[in-house]
């Protein structure tokens, strides 16, 4: 299920920019972060997926959607200039941003890269 933040919520899972000048991550898993605004065209075209992987990867990635409008604070924070833009937090190490409509392969092969996590292929591999 993907969690809609507001800045208090986002200090306590993603980044407290507020008490930390060096990112640190306060989340337990992973996260893709969805920076949006209801009339985006490509940010309506990017929820199902986002909607899809969060089923798919339930237990493993938390996803997360800060609306730029009401939450103009965290878009300042990440220099937030076009929608969508997905933050992509590894546990460990730094954020990755990636700017406008992402297919879900495209996700996938995120999550495999930045997070060393894969989609289970029905049980093949053990």
């Known amino acids: 299920m993907i969690e809609h933040l507001t800045k208090e919520t986002f200090l306590k899972k993603v980044f407290n920019y507020e008490k930390n000048k060096e990112w640190k991550f306060e989340g337990e898993r992973p996260c893709v972060v969805d920076f949006y605004a209801d009339w985006c065209g490509p940010c309506k075209m990017v929820a199902p997926v986002l ?3 969060s089923k ?3 237990g493993k990635i938390d996803f997360y959607k ?4 009401k939450e103009g604070e ?6 937030i200039q076009s929608i969508p833009s997905l933050l992509f937090v590894p546990k460990d190490g730094q954020p990755q941003m ?3 409509f992402l297919p ?3 996700f996938e092969m995120a999550f ?3 997070f060393g996590i894969e989609k289970e292929k029905n049980e093949k591999n053990q």
């Open 66 to 69: 800060v609306d730029t409008e």
């Open 74 to 79: 965290l878009a300042a924070v990440f220099g």
């Open 104 to 106: 879900k392969e495209t």
């Open 112 to 114: 495999k890269e930045v």
């Open 98 to 100: 990636a700017l406008g």
């Open 51 to 53: 909607e899809q992987l």
């Open 56 to 58: 798919e990867y339930d």
